[in-house]
T-cell receptor, first 112, second 115 residues
Framework: QKEVEQNSGPLSVPEGAIASLNCTYS??????FFWYRQYSGKSPELIMS????GDKEDGRFTAQLNKASQYVSLLIRDSQPSDSATYLC????????????FGKGTLLTVNP | DGGITQSPKYLFRKEGQNVTLSCEQN?????MYWYRQDPGQGLRLIYY???????QKGDIAEGYSVSREKKESFPLTVTSAQKNPTAFYLC??????????????FGEGSWLTVV
C-alpha cells in the first residue's frame, strides 16, 4: 500500500461549485500533510498545510484532517476556472522527518 | 526576492552526454531535494540532502549524482548512465518546523530532453 494515495479523479465541476479532493494515508503516526497545486507545465505550489485534526480554512480553501480515519481532504469553495490544475497531497514518509511522499495527484477542471 | 532558482529552464542532451542542472536557494533552508516528474506521473525523489556535505539517495538515484558543498546550492548531474532522462526536474528545499512538519517548497523546474 502506498503511503499517500489519491484515487479520485479526474474531477470536473461547474464554476461556483465546491470541489472536494481526497487523500488517504497509511502511517497512523503521520502528523502533518500538505496540499500542492500544479498547473500544467509548472512546478507544484504549496497552498495548504494541516497538522491538527479538524478543519483549517484559508480563503476559499479548507483542508480537513481526520486522523482516526486516516484521510485528508481539500475543499475549494466557489471554484473558479483558474483553479483548474492538478492537486497533489503529500505527507511524511514513514520514519523520516525530511522526506515527503506525494500522491499521484487529482486533475481538477472547473468549467465556466 | 527569496526563493529557489533552477537553471537552465530548458536543456537538450545528446546521447552519452552528462549534463548538470543548477539549483540555488536563498531561503536559508537546511534541506534540499531533487525530484523527477514524468508526464502524467507523480513526483519521484532522486536525491536529498539534510545538511552541507551530506546527501542520501532517493527512490531513483541510479544514473544521477549530486553535491552539497554549500548550503545554498545543490546541483544535479544527469549522467550518460541514466537511460531515459527526458523529464521535468524539480529542485526543492525545506525547513523542518517541529509539529508543523517539514514544509517543502519547489523551484520552477527544468525540462530536460534527450535529442
Amino acid at each position: 500500500q502506498k503511503e499517500v494515495e489519491q484515487n479520485s479523479g479526474p474531477l470536473s465541476v461547474p464554476e461556483g461549485a465546491i470541489a472536494s479532493l481526497n487523500c488517504t494515508y497509511s502511517d497512523r503516526g503521520s502528523q502533518s500533510f500538505f496540499w500542492y497545486r500544479q498547473y500544467s507545465g509548472k512546478s507544484p505550489e504549496l497552498i495548504m498545510s494541516i497538522y491538527s485534526n479538524g478543519d483549517k480554512e484559508d480563503g476559499r480553501f479548507t483542508a480537513q484532517l481526520n486522523k482516526a480515519s486516516q484521510y485528508v481532504s481539500l475543499l475549494i469553495r466557489d471554484s473558479q476556472p483558474s483553479d483548474s490544475a492538478t492537486y497533489l497531497c503529500a505527507g511524511p514518509l514513514r520514519g523520516s522527518n525530511y522526506k515527503l511522499t506525494f500522491g499521484k495527484g487529482t486533475l481538477l477542471t472547473v468549467n465556466p | 526576492d527569496g526563493g529557489i532558482t533552477q537553471s537552465p529552464k530548458y536543456l537538450f542532451r545528446k546521447e552519452g552526454q552528462n549534463v548538470t542542472l543548477s539549483c540555488e536557494q536563498n531561503l536559508n533552508h537546511d534541506a534540499m531535494y531533487w525530484y523527477r516528474q514524468d508526464p502524467g506521473q507523480g513526483l519521484r525523489l532522486i536525491y536529498y540532502s539534510q545538511i552541507v556535505n551530506d546527501f542520501q539517495k532517493g527512490d531513483i538515484a541510479e544514473g544521477y549524482s549530486v553535491s552539497r558543498e554549500k548550503k545554498e546550492s545543490f546541483p544535479l548531474t544527469v549522467t550518460s548512465a541514466q537511460k531515459n532522462p527526458t523529464a521535468f526536474y524539480l529542485c526543492a528545499s525545506s525547513i523542518f518546523q517541529g509539529s508543523s512538519g517539514n514544509t517543502i517548497y519547489f523551484g520552477e523546474g527544468s525540462w530536460l530532453t534527450v535529442v
